[in-house]
């Protein structure tokens, strides 16, 4: 018999790995999906024995051709349920746009869109046709507006901002919830894999993945754009009314390569 689960991507690390987590306490089944097999093996062995929750491993590097319908496949393979998806799969990049190898662009543009995409392209028509479900996409307070030396990171969760609100109207009243989450400055491991330095951002100012998970879960069905923490949020709503050359100076600033 058929199952619900919640499928994470980018389930291994950071938020990802801080919601599955949190939907264990709630001993929701849960179907992690990321590169390193490893690491999900770890997290599902923890989730297991101390929830007693029913953990799927599904590796799955969505940056490939064809990556989305194989996990697909494999999911209904093992009769599992989509009832949940959340797509975290992501990264970012740092630096001047045109020192930076277009190749690694275009990956980045790969996973933070086009499998976000195809994901919910896969998954969303069951959820209508049962008339219940949840889209949960993790974009960025950097989706609010221009991000000088982070230029494609921005753009896609621009993207996956106007996607998700789009969704959000679209599927109103079909028992389906979208939400997209905007965290600001959480402690993951993105800060290790970008040269910006973060010493003036005062310590208030950051959060934790767990925080930024407890809130995601408790914003389902409840709203269609989380913004986490309330200077993300006031940053969020100024970037959309101030002009365009003031954000883009400000960001500038802010991730300007360090200079060594």
């Known amino acids: 018999m058929s199952q619900d689960f919640t499928l994470i991507t980018g389930a291994s690390s950071g938020i990802g790995e801080a919601l ?17 097999t490893d690491r999900l093996e770890r997290l599902a062995g923890e989730l297991r024995a101390q929830h007693g929750v029913e953990v799927q491993v599904l590796t799955a590097d969505l940056t490939r051709p064809g ?8 999911v209904a393979r093992r009769g599992l349920v989509v009832d949940w998806l959340i797509n975290n799969a992501g990264f970012g990049t740092h630096g001047p746009f045109a020192e ?7 990956e980045e543009i790969q996973l933070n869109v086009s ?4 994901l ?4 969303l028509p069951a959820m209508v046709e049962r008339r219940r479900g949840a889209i949960i996409n993790i974009s960025s307070v950097g989706g609010f507006g221009p991000g000088p030396y982070i ?3 921005c753009a896609t969760k621009a993207f996956v901002l106007s996607f998700s609100e789009s969704l959000a109207a679209e599927v109103r009243g079909t028992g389906v919830h979208v939400l997209c989450v905007c965290p600001g400055f959480t402690r993951t491991e993105f800060q290790d894999k970008v040269d910006v330095d973060t010493s003036s951002i005062p310590s208030f100012a950051w959060m934790t993945a767990d925080q930024v998970a407890e809130q995601a879960i408790a914003a389902v069905g409840q709203r269609t754009v ?14 959309r009314h101030l002009p365009a050359s003031l954000t883009t100076r400000l960001v500038a600033g802010m991730m300007k390569p360090k200079v060594v």
């Not at 919910?120 to 998954?123: D, E, H, S, V």
């Not at 986490?228 to 970037?239: C, F, K, P």
């Open 100 to 106: 930076l190898p277009i190749a690694r662009e275009l």
């Open 115 to 118: 499998a976000l995409v195809e």
């Open 120 to 123: 919910t392209g896969r998954f």
């Open 67 to 74: 990556a989305c319908e194989a996990l697909q496949q494999e």
């Open 20 to 36: 599955a987590r949190r939907l264990a306490c709630e001993r929701r089944p849960i179907a992690l999906a990321a590169r390193r």
């Open 226 to 239: 989380l913004v986490n923490g309330v200077m993300n949020a006031v940053a969020a709503g100024l970037s």
């Open 151 to 153: 230029a494609t990171y």
